[in-house]
């Protein structure tokens, strides 16, 4: 199977850094001199018309990724087929923002069942809430836990991919990896976005490894265009056609990420043997909200993944708050957000994420306020949330009090989050799968996993751990919710989304983004372009970034008229202006086929059947 051979092809678009930052506060001031931090590079601006498709249609964050599902759903494999694929060849060409190295959510369609397959990175049996705490008992610079093996988390990627092929596979695991293992044996060429992450990631050349796969011999960064290979990986390819996940859950490739992992020189990690073996991936309950579009009357219902991640529930919080205020029927102006709309959507985003801070956890170990994660959703409680909004920025929120017993937990503080990957995906049958999928920051924790023997390359291992907050408790000795503890997995801000038309219960659409925190603002733009302006899913993209971590409003450079920025000063918000590289990519139903879309400031694409 080397279709993919003719299709090594240099991008031609100058793409900013594979990561987007987020910064969170409460209770305190978010520090304007942490968002200066973002890379200075101007955002490619790939002009993408979106793609019209009939039969089945791909969307991925990288053109070698989407031709390889395309291939699979052409040779008449199925959603979850095309995901393996997919991340697979991710895995070699997308090394900055996922692979089998990390964890991934699926949402899954099968035309009556929605399925969430948790494949969440977990915390090692022997990590510990003080994990991220010096010798002081103060928080480490977060920079140094992600480069280090204290961050590495149990891989979940391959296990979730495995568990959703043996319910929904058509084609053999086997044929799903061979695109990928002819890439890593012929080769591919660097990307421009490929080559800036490499040019941000200095730190990536402390590893012998990726020293020597990414880097040349005077250690600069291949350039673009420049054809690598990756060996290694293709071996420990093949060791996954053949075994699966318990490739990297014993023998030869396993002991390899223990040791580079206990091998760190500053900062070694925990992970063993123990660990890989007894991962399992999990089903959880599908998280759904209802959500009303009032000019003209629609209804639908999004779903999406429940905790561990905070994506749906925080989307849900943000859509069901902003509907009932004034900004509810608002339009676009000149076809942007006014800043009246934009001021109720930040004040909304701030109450969201106050909540998410307080309440939401690894359900495994923290339970939902009242027992039900619904109860965050509760229409009454989004109106009393409202009622909090008025006509100048509150500037931080406050928690609320979703149920009648007070929350046992303290908020978490401010920390950073990264970026990951999203696949959307519908075959001939009608079969739909978002999938959002991590090693966390560009290049995870910066560790390569290689055999030593003699090969070039190798997978990156992620950096997972640091989404959990490095303080286990308040001021006061109250515990975070979102601390670390054995086997739990972090808080994540993946929000693999799938929307239906309520009264047919008939598919809509499928989306997601990459982008840490910011990715639940950036699929909530998709849902409000494509849901309440009528937008097709290209336009919804291509609209401005608009984010609220619960501080700054934040806006996408040189997007917003300046009226528009003052409008909001006017109302009291502090605006900062910033990078904000998302990578949305979404597939429609429309009467013809399908309709998809993909993010201009990155090189992914969408692939099917030509109308």
């Known amino acids: 199977m080397n279709f993919l051979q003719d299709f090594r092809h240099p991008w031609v678009a100058v793409v900013l850094w594979t990561c987007s930052f987020s910064f969170q506060a409460f209770g305190q001031s978010v520090n304007p001199t942490d968002l200066t931090r973002l890379p200075s590079e101007p955002l490619a601006n790939n002009s993408k018309n979106g793609w019209h498709t009939q039969g089945f249609a791909v969307a991925s964050a990288n053109p070698l990724a ?117 890439l890593a044996i012929n080769g591919f060429f660097i990307s421009p976005r490929l080559h800036a992450a490499l040019l941000e990631t200095p730190d990536l050349k402390n590893d012998a490894a990726a020293l020597h796969y990414f880097f040349g011999p005077q250690g600069q960064p291949h350039p673009v265009g420049h054809l690598l290979k990756n060996p290694e990986l293709a071996i420990v390819l093949k060791d996954i056609a053949a075994r699966g996940s318990m490739a990297l859950k014993e023998g030869l490739w396993a002991q390899a990420m223990v040791n580079k992992v206990l091998s760190h020189p500053l900062r070694p990690g925990n992970l063993t043997l123990q660990d890989l073996s007894s991962y399992k991936a999990q089903k959880r309950e599908v998280l759904c909200f209802d959500y009303s579009v009032k000019l003209p009357k629609r209804d639908f219902k999004v779903c999406g993944f429940p905790p561990p991640s905070s994506g749906v529930l925080t989307m849900g919080q943000i859509l069901g708050i902003l509907n009932q205020t004034p900004a509810a029927p608002m339009p676009l102006i000149q076809g942007l957000p006014s800043s009246d709309w934009l001021h109720f959507y930040n004040e909304s985003a701030k109450l969201a994420f106050a909540d998410r801070a307080q309440f939401i956890a690894d359900p495994d170990f923290v339970a939902a306020p009242g027992g039900r994660w619904e109860n965050l959703l509760n229409p009454n409680y989004l109106i009393q949330r409202s009622r909090l909004i008025g006509n100048q920025s509150m500037k931080i929120a406050q928690a609320g009090q979703p149920v009648s017993q007070p929350s046992a937990w303290a908020p978490m503080p401010h920390q950073t989050e990264y970026g990951t990957s999203h696949i959307s995906v519908i075959d001939s049958s009608g079969r739909a799968l978002a999938m959002t999928t991590t090693i966390e920051a560009s290049f995870g924790s910066r560790l390569m996993v290689n055999s030593e023997r003699g090969n070039v390359g190798g997978f990156l291992l992620n950096n997972e751990l640091t989404d959990f907050s490095f303080a286990p408790k308040d001021v006061n000795g109250l515990p975070i919710a979102n601390r670390v503890e054995p086997g739990k997995r972090p808080r994540s801000s993946m929000s693999p989304t799938l929307v239906f038309d309520k009264a047919t219960g008939l598919l809509k659409m499928s989306g997601g983004s990459p982008g840490g925190a910011a990715i639940i603002h950036y699929t909530n733009k998709l849902l409000l372009g494509t849901l309440n302006w009528n937008l097709n899913a290209q336009e919804a993209i291509d609209l401005p970034n608009f984010v609220n971590l619960n501080g700054p409003a934040l806006l996408e450079a040189k997007r917003f008229p300046l009226q528009t920025i003052q409008g909001l000063k006017n109302k009291g918000h502090e605006v900062i202006e910033l990078p904000m590289p998302s990578g949305i990519h979404a597939i429609e139903l429309i009467p013809s086929g399908f309709f998809g879309g993909a993010d201009p400031r990155r090189e992914g694409n969408v692939m099917g059947p030509a109308r």
């Open 66 to 182: 989407t031709q390889a599902g395309y291939e699979v759903l052409k040779a008449g494999g199925t959603a979850i087929d095309a995901a393996v694929a997919i991340q697979m060849v991710l895995t070699l060409v997308e090394p900055q923002s996922s692979g089998i190295g990390g964890g991934a959510f699926i949402l899954h369609h099968d035309g009556q069942r929605i399925e969430a397959y948790d494949g969440r990175e977990t915390a090692p049996a022997a990590a510990h809430e003080n994990l991220f705490l010096d010798g002081h008992g103060k928080p480490i610079a977060f920079q140094a836990a992600v480069a280090s093996g204290l961050s590495v988390g149990v891989p979940g990627t391959l296990s979730v991919l495995e568990l959703a092929h043996r319910e929904h596979g058509k084609l053999p695991w086997s044929r799903l990896i061979q695109p990928a293992i002819d």
